[in-house]
């Protein structure tokens, strides 16, 4: 069991020919109204990959909230961990010509307490907890013996709170931009904070594909599948569901980070926040790469 706690967002998309700058005005080609969030749509990408998955992020009592679950519903996620006593935050995502975008963000209902909550839950069973950068900040010390936890780090903008969490984490997914450039840690000391963790490090680099560090010291770097970019938003959820239900699964790492980047690239070359691809979608597009067919997570 993969549980995912973080951002559920309705999501309001504004299609415009550049994303403007202070004082600019420029005319809208397209608004839909959709649902998305960091955690939910990586969520739906572990799901559709066949793992056992759960939301466990607080929505509301609300008819757009119960269509917002429904939607996890029906892609096999159960959303029975999700309390309904706060309400469902809005993004507004503003989709530039060629994919380049800008998020605004509302902030929600997921504090600390909450997550123990959630940690609490999971540790009668055992499983795997997946959040966001956004609870880097409120990660206990030390987690149940049978809770392992993978973390997506974008989000995060403490340094201190993101070295916490890598210490916890067995995996950890992290844009080169915010780890490299923002927190300073350069690809000199990757290997070193793997191996004194014992964490396995995957830094996303869009377009320039990604790069996985082992606890042994392994360095693996990979271009991204080139595909005709339609809208990216959501292609780093979709690379984090992918990657984790692999992992989860028993594949090896390297061999999870590959797929998870053909499906992050589908993702791509499809329009809305949750175009990760399903496992048969993947798997046909995958042997168009000579890689070899997956099987169902089981």
């Keep these: ?33 959709i649902d998305g969030g960091m955690n939910a749509n990586a969520a739906v990408a572990a799901a559709r990959m066949g793992a056992r998955v759960a939301f466990a992020g607080a929505v509301g009592p609300d008819a757009r909230s119960t269509e917002f679950l429904a939607g996890l519903e029906h892609d096999g996620v159960d959303t029975s961990w999700a309390p309904r006593d706060a309400f469902l935050s809005t993004a507004v995502v503003l989709i530039a010509d060629g994919g380049d975008r800008s998020i605004i963000s509302q902030d929600d209902a997921n504090d600390a307490h909450r997550l123990t909550t959630v940690l609490d839950a999971l540790s009668i069973d055992g499983g795997r907890l997946f959040v966001d950068g956004y609870r880097a900040e409120m990660l206990p010390p030390e987690l149940p013996d049978n809770v392992s936890l993978a973390i997506d780090l974008d989000g995060c903008d403490d340094l201190d709170a993101a070295l916490r969490a890598f210490a916890l984490a067995d ?15 350069d690809a000199e000391r990757w290997s070193m904070l793997t191996a004194q963790h014992d964490t396995h490090l995957v830094v996303t680099d869009g377009e320039h594909g990604w790069t996985l560090v082992t606890p042994s010291g ?25 990657y984790i239900a692999f992992v989860d699964a028993g594949e090896h790492p390297a061999r999870a980070a590959r797929l998870a980047g053909a499906s992050a690239a589908l993702a791509c ?30």
Excluded: K
């Design 269 to 298: 070359a499809t329009a809305g926040p949750r175009g990760c691809p399903s496992i048969t979608e993947l798997n046909e597009f995958t042997a168009t790469l000579a890689t070899v067919d997956l099987q169902e997570i089981r």
């Design 171 to 185: 995996h950890v997914i992290v844009g080169r931009s915010l780890w490299q450039n923002s927190f300073g840690i």
């Design 1 to 33: 069991m993969i549980v995912f706690f973080g951002y559920a967002n309705n999501d309001v998309t504004v299609h415009v020919p550049h994303v403007p700058v202070l004082g600019e005005r420029v005319q809208a080609t397209a608004i839909d109204s």
């Design 218 to 242: 392994e360095t693996i770097t990979e271009p991204a599948v080139s595909v005709d970019v339609i809208d990216a938003v959501g292609a780093g959820d979709c690379f984090c569901g992918t």
